[in-house]
């Protein structure tokens, strides 16, 4: 008897864009990724219907993951950033929406809405699960909206950290040194220059055997500014934060 393939419905969301698409037991896309506008405001419900329209045009999948952006624990949303404002990243915090997600079990929403097991996970953790090795302690920093981050021992996820919202200087978080609204301000050479000086003062606290730079924007990167990456430091693409939808059930599942 031929055993079937497992196929995964992987999400990723984020604050500008919701993307997902279908993937086979080798985290091959079965069909093109579909890309959404991420509506604001955004309460659970809504975000739940987005998914569902996402889900609805894509072919059925035996199970689903999805990454978003946060401190999510166990499924579980303690703290989202964008999909607490009004019109979206950096926008005002709306004090009903604050209450909303706090708390809000994605994973069993999803589950229950869908019909098929959900595992949620930050953004950066499926990213990471996309790309790592399992040797030594591995670093996930996602450039995109803001600043992504997970840490990986030995293939193993440490607890998350929201990296995005401490301070690199009085008032100014990394979300908003290196996000994107930084890099359309300063455009990419200025930007770049700073994604590295995050990377150099970021090191000594990690010491990471591996350090992926991932996101939507890495691909901004400046020349220069990739020709000076330190040898541990690799550029992954984007879509390893639908990818590492496969691979985020056999680390974390």
Known sequence: MIEAVTTTLAIDC?????KG???DADAAMLRERIRVRTPY???????????????????VADRITVGMPGMIRHGIVVRTPHYVTQHGPHSAQDPELVAAWHGFDVAAQVTRTLG??????????????????????EVVLTLGTGLGCAVFDGGNLAPHLELSHAPVRRGVTYDRFIGD???RELGEPDWSQR?????D???PVFVWDRLYLGGGNAKRLTAQARAALAPQVELVPNSAGIRGGVRAWELLG
Do not use: K
């Not at 405001?41 to 072919?59: E, I, K, M, Y």
């Not at 098929?116 to 302690?137: C, F, I, Q, S, Y």
């Open 14 to 18: 984020g604050g500008s864009g919701i």
């Open 21 to 23: 698409s279908v993937l």
């Open 41 to 59: 405001p955004l309460p659970p419900q809504r975000f739940l219907d987005v998914l569902s329209d996402v889900a609805g045009r894509l072919p």
């Open 116 to 137: 098929r097991p959900t595992l949620v996970l930050n953004d950066a953790e499926v990213h990471g699960a996309g790309v790592v090795r399992g040797r030594g302690l």
């Open 181 to 183: 609204a930084a890099r």
């Open 195 to 199: 994604v590295r000086q995050v990377i």
């Open 201 to 203: 003062g970021l090191e």
